[in-house]
């Protein structure tokens, strides 16, 4: 029986991700026939979701037929998020969802190296001063190795500054890789588990911004008509391609497909030459094998006899397919897939739909569940259900299924306690230099954890054994979706949510922590305690029991800490000796499947003599952030105006109004009332801007003077920084030093200004090793009787990180308003 941990590695999770229920017209059938027949393979690789070329890959695995896999380097974490507020891992969760979301609908197949995306990167020399290039390096290698590509396609070129450092690190990895994948003195220990590999020929998906690609003289490139129709898909590639990158959500990448003709090129950059086609002398593998011959005989007389208006017809042309294949026992990865994607092809002629349900989303180990297994199969071939089974239960069936009469039986399924809940195994280790701790070879390429829970059915039909593995699924019926189906979760016995994760020790700021102790099955004994503060520095002011939410809630006050800022860790501590220290963190949103995972209970603690003044301060949310939160948590009253309230009446309640990251980018309402803005400055108002991105923007009025935003950016968060410290934003009422420009995270800023007024003042200067100077992250005015600021500067990822000099220059910001 196959452990949980490596379902994940399952080849049958690289084709069933669902519910086996995939009824399919016979011209889809058809065309998944032929991508059967097809053993050709490609690699895509880039840096990051989004990256990839959505077209290229779709018209390679549905017009070439080929098994496409795109790799990117990252998970996106470093991004920005126009749907919300998740950053970095949660962030990096979402959009590696959206990619294999994107898999999907175009094709095609998905991986991932151990890279972490630390943000944006101007050149590969700073790229790999954060990631380790030997490491990532042998990711690249193995992914290669394991998947065995015939050619591989990078996005980008390895010319330096030409565009992202991720970008073109990718580009250098992949070339490199090209051949070390084939030395067996490169990473010999990768060896035990494959063979060296070399591809055919590498390309990169050549283009010029702005325009067609025009390849150069003395280039060897290929042209792929990439607009075309696929009568049996009844699409084109451009709208299969369109619908695939609209996945890409959190990043506004909704697209409409381009109509008539349209051409990707490739570029050749090393391997064997080829006059016509890039996939010349690449062998049929079917032709490898002992029988293969007569395998691809059998291929080609189902395709030729293909029943379309009887699909089911079709199935005696499959099994004598899966009789034929039975016989060769080569491991070889690319036949154990096949041999897996026939079965699917079967099940969907017949039209089966086998599931394994559960009435609850969450279930925690140690706990008895009750679940439903139902198979149904609508043909009037004869199917054989022997049994269903895993590691924790085995259901004996003993049951025929045919002529849509389903099959269904309950079962009770009692899940360990030492059983392994749902985090993303990426996320199971700490970080280390940029780098995910990913420390189990087998674990660096796939996407995601396989389900947390699922079994093996065995079954036969006419005499031919086949097993499929079913998650099983929590399923629910809403008044609106109608059926919505969502991965069943396993979550601690005991996890601890705090009300926040940065706690100021700062006068007039709230100095007091919440946290919620939830029980999944019974409320134990147990004491709350802070690892890392003496028992005097901390105050538990009050706890108080709810039997009826099995849960315990308990008030903090933090006294004092021994340093600026300071990491501390809630703990409950249960009678048993058992300490839980992990929060339930969830992402929910419908385009993708119900996200869970779990973060240890850290606080951070800032201890910081400042000067607040507890002011009324307005936020106009953006594409999502948390410095509403972290406002409250230092002392002010913060209101968040929506659409509505964007007048000069409701503004002069207020003395500072915050406009929240890339709002002028989403905001149609804000852009509408940039006016009524500017009179609350007039007026006497405070008023703060954070960055924008150049386009999209829904008015170029965004001050009280004209400026522009340019693509400026300082990404090395330790750059040194020049400022006039005599400046009213870097003197009151908190005076700025030098050292409050340590300790940033990911980056200083973005999407600075440039072409701004005289009437702005720059006090800061800021610049990247070997770059040019920047006064645009910061420009200030008066005007009128009030203060306008426009800043590219990362505060929505300096201030939730705790950084005690951003949060310092910040409420200088706020505090313009009452300088006297």
């Known amino acids: 029986m196959k452990n949980p941990k490596c379902l994940l590695l399952s080849i049958i999770y690289l084709f069933i991700t669902h519910a086996y229920a995939q009824y399919s017209p016979s011209s889809a059938l ?18 990051h979701p989004d990256d990839e070329n959505t077209r290229l890959i779709a018209y390679l695995a549905n017009a070439e037929n080929a098994e496409v896999a795109y790799l990117s380097l990252t998970r996106g974490d ?32 998905q991986f991932f190296s151990r890279a972490l995306d630390f943000g944006f990167s101007k050149n590969p020399d700073e790229t790999f001063n954060n990631w380790d290039k030997e490491k990532l390096l042998s990711d690249v290698i193995w992914i290669i190795r ?73 280039k060897v490139y290929h042209e792929f008509e990439v607009g075309k129709l696929n009568p049996l898909l009844g699409n084109t590639y451009s709208q299969i391609a369109a619908d695939s990158r609209t996945m890409h959500k959190s990043q506004g990448f909704g697209s409409t497909a381009q109509t008539g003709r349209a051409s990707d090129f490739i570029e050749m950059i090393d391997g064997e030459p080829f006059d016509e086609n890039p996939f010349e002398g690449i062998p049929n593998r079917w032709l490898q094998l002992r029988q293969g011959k007569a395998v691809q005989d059998a291929i080609q007389k189902a395709l030729r006899e293909f029943n379309f208006l009887s699909p089911e017809a079709n199935l005696n042309n499959l099994l004598e397919i899966k009789m034929l294949l039975k016989n060769e026992n080569a491991e070889e990865k690319w036949l154990q897939e096949k041999k897996e994607h026939l079965d699917k092809l079967i099940l969907q002629l017949l039209g089966v739909k086998a599931e394994f349900i559960v009435k609850k989303e969450i279930g925690h180990p140690g706990e008895k569940i009750n679940a439903e297994f139902l198979f149904n199969n609508p043909s009037s071939n004869q199917i054989k259900l022997e049994k269903f089974e895993s590691e924790i239960f085995t259901l004996n069936l003993n049951a025929e299924a045919k002529s849509n009469i389903p099959v269904t039986k309950s079962l009770e399924i009692f899940i360990p306690k030492d059983y392994p809940v749902s985090q993303p195994f ?24 396989g389900p947390n829970l699922s079994g093996y059915l065995h079954f036969s039909i006419e005499g031919h054994e086949i097993s499929i593995n079913i998650p099983l699924k929590y399923k629910y019926n809403d008044q609106v979706d109608g059926e919505v189906n969502q991965p069943f979760t396993l979550v601690p016995e ?9 706690l100021f020790l700062i006068p007039g700021a709230d100095d007091e922590l919440s946290v919620e102790v939830l029980f999944r099955d019974r409320i134990l004994e147990g004491e709350i305690e802070i690892q890392g503060l003496e028992n005097n520095q901390y105050d538990i002011t009050s706890s108080e029991l709810d039997e009826r939410r099995k849960r315990i809630l308990y008030r903090l006050k933090f006294k004092d800490s021994d340093r600026e800022k300071k990491t501390v860790q809630v703990r409950f501590k249960a009678a048993d000796g058992r300490v839980f220290n992990q929060d339930m963190k969830r992402i929910l949103y419908k385009h993708i499947p119900n996200l869970t995972y779990f973060t240890q209970t850290d606080l951070n603690l ?53 406009i929240g990251i890339r709002a002028f980018n989403v905001n149609q309402s804000l852009a509408n009332n940039v006016d009524q803005l500017m009179e609350f400055v007039r007026e006497g108002g405070n ?56 300790g940033w995270v990911q980056e200083r800023g973005l999407y600075f200004v440039s072409d701004w007024d005289k009437n702005y003042s720059t006090p800061l200067i800021m610049q990247d090793p070997n770059e040019k100077a920047t006064q645009g992250a910061l420009i200030h005015t008066k005007y009128g009787k009030g203060t306008y600021t426009y800043s590219g500067i990362s505060w929505f990822r300096q201030l939730p990180a705790g950084v005690p000099g951003a949060v310092k220059i910040f409420v200088n910001l706020i505090e313009q308003t009452s300088e006297k």
């Open 426 to 449: 990426w996320l199971e280790n700490p970080t280390e230099n940029s780098l995910f701790g990913i420390n189990e070879q087998l674990k660096i390429g796939p996407p995601v954890n």
């Open 687 to 742: 008023m703060i801007v954070q960055y924008n991105t150049s386009s999209p923007l829904l008015t170029r009025d965004l001050g009280p003077f004209p400026f522009s935003i340019s693509r400026d950016r300082v990404t090395v968060e330790e750059s040194p920084v020049k400022a006039d410290f005599s400046h009213s934003v870097l003197s009151y009422p908190n005076q700025i030093e030098e050292k409050d420009f340590d």
């Open 30 to 47: 058809y065309h998944e026939l032929l991508r059967f027949e097809e053993t050709k393979r490609v690699l895509y690789v880039a840096a």
């Open 78 to 109: 470093g991004g920005q998020n126009l749907i919300g507020k998740e950053l970095g891992i949660e962030l990096g969760m979402i959009r590696t969802h959206e990619l294999l979301k994107a898999r999907e609908t175009d094709g095609g197949r």
């Open 606 to 658: 800032v201890k910081m003599n400042l000067k607040i003044s507890g002011q009324k301060l307005a936020y106009v949310p953006g594409a999502g952030d948390d410095m509403a939160d972290i406002l409250r948590s230092l002392g002010y009253q913060v209101s968040i105006l929506d659409n509505g309230d964007l007048n000069f009446n409701r503004l002069k309640d207020f003395q500072t109004v915050i």
């Open 146 to 218: 394991s998947y065995q590509p015939d050619i591989i396609i990078n996005r980008f070129n390895t010319i330096p500054g030409t565009t992202h450092g991720h970008h073109t690190s990718s580009a250098i990895l992949s070339t490199e890789a090209f051949t070390k994948a084939a030395d067996p003195t490169v990473f010999p220990d990768q060896l035990t588990k494959v063979k060296p590999w070399q591809a055919k020929r590498i390309f990169w998906n050549a283009y010029q911004w702005g325009g067609q690609y025009e390849p150069e003289e003395g």
């Open 494 to 502: 005991v996890t601890l949510s705090l009300d926040k994760n940065n």
